[in-house]
């Protein structure tokens, strides 16, 4: 199985400012995606990070707001941009795994994010 | 675009066997996952179908029915310990596989 670390665990931040989110995965691969999960709700993607070209936004998230990095097939970054309290939520990375069946992904810890 | 509707909460007792339905569109449909979810933990993997039927692991199986874009997580013998959030997901085709989450059904386990 993958072993996805993120770093930072938790951070309060404040508003109008801006976080960077890391997620390192323990071997190379070509996707990786990033989630939010609002207090009490499931998970929704944010966006997929290739390597080698730009992220795919979902309807919902942009660029400006959500800037990813795929510098290599091990690590992403997400930044959180100008934060409001809406923002406040945990963010998760994922790397895809066949082991688990097509479209099986496994989860990193989770950022958990609150926005003063 | 896919739903994934699943109940929003349930309750059982030690030891009891519960069933958490799932249900989505079957248009594009690949396969289906179930996650676990402690509060404050990431989600863990614990099941796949992409075929119609049952898999069995252990205390936990999950059964399938493409055609009625249907699926339930059956638990047996209930321990506390499984008092967790249980999470259907979809993968549907477009390029590549997304999984598509459900609202997730927060299961309470009671003595």
């Known amino acids: 199985s993958a072993v996805i670390s993120q770093k930072p665990s938790r951070d309060i931040c404040q508003r109008g400012t801006s976080l960077t989110i890391q997620c390192q995965v323990d071997?190379?691969?070509?996707?990786m995606f990033w989630y939010r999960q609002q207090p009490g709700q499931s998970l929704t993607l944010i966006a997929t990070?290739?390597?080698?070209?730009?992220?795919?936004?979902e309807s919902g998230f942009v660029i400006d707001k959500f800037p990813i990095s795929r510098p290599n097939l091990t690590f992403s970054t997400l930044t959180v941009s100008n934060m409001s309290p809406e923002d406040s939520s945990i963010y998760l990375c994922?790397?895809?795994?066949?082991?688990?069946?097509?479209?099986?992904?496994?989860f990193g810890p989770g950022t958990r994010l609150t926005v003063l | 675009g896919q739903n994934i509707d699943q109940p929003t909460e349930m309750t059982a007792t030690e030891g009891a066997i519960v069933q958490i339905n799932c249900t989505y569109q079957?248009?594009?449909?690949?396969?289906l996952f179930w996650y676990q979810q402690h509060a404050g933990e990431a989600p863990t993997f614990l099941s796949y179908?992409?075929?119609?039927g049952l898999e069995e692991k252990g205390r936990f199986s999950s059964f399938l029915s493409r055609s009625k874009g249907y699926s339930y997580l059956l638990l047996k013998e209930l321990q506390m310990k499984d008092s967790a959030s249980y999470l259907c997901?979809?993968?549907?085709?477009?390029?590549?596989?997304?999984?598509?989450f459900g609202a997730g059904t927060r299961l309470a386990v009671h003595p």
């Open positions: 990070a290739n390597q080698g070209s730009e992220a795919t936004y």
């Open positions: 179908n992409v075929l119609d």
């Open positions: 997901a979809g993968a549907f085709s477009g390029g590549y596989n997304k999984l598509i």
């Open positions: 071997s190379q691969v070509t996707m």
């Open positions: 994922s790397s895809p795994s066949s082991a688990l069946g097509q479209g099986g992904q496994y």
């Open positions: 079957t248009s594009g449909f690949n396969g």
